[in-house]
């Protein structure tokens, strides 16, 4: 059982280069979310989607896009890292949006820095 | 909007010793709580939760009363672990037509850390 898993788990950019960070979940769950997690704030929601072909912005979306062409994997692209964009990311999944009773399965996060 | 607010961290205990970890929220309607835990190097998981008013939700010997008079859902243990030293977290999502439905809202975070 993979559950969500996220790659890479490090990396360190410059200011201005593009990555995309991956995430991948097995369990045919059609919600997905990438989240950024900095000190003192918690987790913030940057982009989500509710199925394959549907993506929404979050709380914090700018500086970044999200595609979803299947139902498995939900890639998080960084256009021109800016040094706000240092963060850990964290993907997440749930069997469908999140209700009362759904809880979301976490990856393990990838840990970005931007120089 | 939604939000939740933890006390401030970081908390330092010896083992044994009893946990309390402030969470309070802001939300219309009845949204659903939970706790999630982080430990070092991983990502998070569900501690446990509570879905209405006065529902208590308990695992691994924590546990959090849903207070919908105070807004709160404070996490307790009786006696803490070295174990248990890890980041915790505070949430809430909302049902149909509140702000955080479908998304969970997070407080800030709080380390915990148990000495020998």
């Known amino acids: 059982n993979a559950g969500v898993t996220q790659t890479p788990k490090f990396q360190v950019l410059k200011t201005g280069q593009s990555m995309t960070l991956q995430c991948a979940q097995d369990?045919?769950?059609?919600?997905m979310s990438w989240y950024r997690q900095d000190p003192g704030m918690g987790l913030r929601l940057i982009h989500y989607s509710v199925g394959a072909g549907i993506t929404d912005q979050g709380e914090v979306p700018n500086g970044y896009n999200v595609s979803r062409s299947t139902t498995e994997d939900f890639p998080l692209r960084l256009l021109s890292a800016a040094p706000s964009q240092t963060s850990v990311y964290f993907c997440a999944s749930s069997i469908r949006p999140l209700d009362r009773n759904q809880p979301q399965h976490f990856g393990d996060g990838t840990r970005l820095s931007i120089l | 909007g939604d939000s939740v607010t933890q006390m401030e961290g970081p908390v330092t205990l010896s083992e044994e010793a009893f946990l309390t970890i402030n969470c309070t929220y802001t939300?219309?309607?009845?949204?659903?709580l939970f706790w999630y835990v982080q430990y070092p190097g991983e990502g998070l998981q569900l501690l446990l939760k509570?879905?209405?008013?006065?529902d208590k939700g308990s695992n691994k010997g924590f546990e959090a009363t849903y207070r919908k008079e105070t807004t709160s859902f404070h996490l307790e243990k009786g006696s803490v672990q070295v174990s248990d030293s890890a980041v915790y977290f505070c949430?809430?999502?909302?049902?149909?037509?509140?702000?955080?439905?479908?998304?969970?809202?997070f407080g800030q975070g709080t380390i915990l850390t148990v000495h020998p």
């Open positions: 369990m045919n769950h059609e919600y």
């Open positions: 939300a219309t309607g009845y949204p659903s």
């Open positions: 949430a809430l999502t909302s049902p149909a037509g509140g702000t955080s439905y479908g998304k969970l809202t």
């Open positions: 509570a879905t209405k008013a006065d």
